[in-house]
């Protein structure tokens, strides 16, 4: 008779800790970050922002600072046109004021091309050796990736390349 409790409390216990067990697991992969894949479509803003800013993420070794992060949209429509000359016009302006040791300028978008076009355009008034200890992330394709780094370079950033 006197085993009957003492066997109640370890079944008790056992079954206690093999559901914190449990719960340690589920919390754990929750925590870890679902990987999000490269939107098919062009036009899905939301998607494509949540994919670049993963990107980017992967890329922040030696960041101390939040990145500048800009989004090149694709397409040639009347509103698209006007919001990457807007995106053209804040990072002309933040290359020519310059950044910081310790940050990252990244950029990406659906349409390497422009997004490579973007960044070769603002770093045309870079000042030689502005950007020692800066970080410039492009992500885009290998085949723009050369043209990019030609025109960072002489800014002295340490040059990044994610493909797309």
């Not at 500048?68 to 000359?85: E, H, K, L, N, S």
Request: hydrophobic fraction near 40%; aromatic fraction near 6%.
């Amino acid at each position: 008779m006197r085993k009957i409790p003492v066997l109640i409390a370890f079944a008790l216990a056992a079954t206690l800790a093999l559901s914190a067990c449990n719960n340690a697991q589920q919390t754990d992969q929750a925590a870890q970050p679902q990987e999000v894949s490269k939107p098919s479509s062009p036009t899905d803003m939301k998607g494509w922002k949540t994919y670049l800013s993963q990107v980017v993420q992967a890329h922040m070794q030696g960041i101390s600072n939040t990145p500048y992060m800009y989004f090149i949209p694709a397409g040639d429509d009347p509103d698209t046109v006007a919001a990457r000359g807007r995106t053209q016009d804040t990072l002309n302006g933040v290359v020519a004021t310059t950044v910081l040791p310790g940050n990252m300028i990244a950029a990406g978008g659906p349409d390497s091309g422009k997004t490579a076009d973007a960044l070769v355009t603002a770093f045309k008034n870079a000042q030689p050796g502005s950007f020692k200890g800066v970080v410039v992330l492009f992500v885009g394709n290998a085949t723009d990736k050369d043209r990019v780094q030609q025109a960072v370079a002489p800014s002295g950033a340490e040059f990044r390349f994610a493909q797309m």
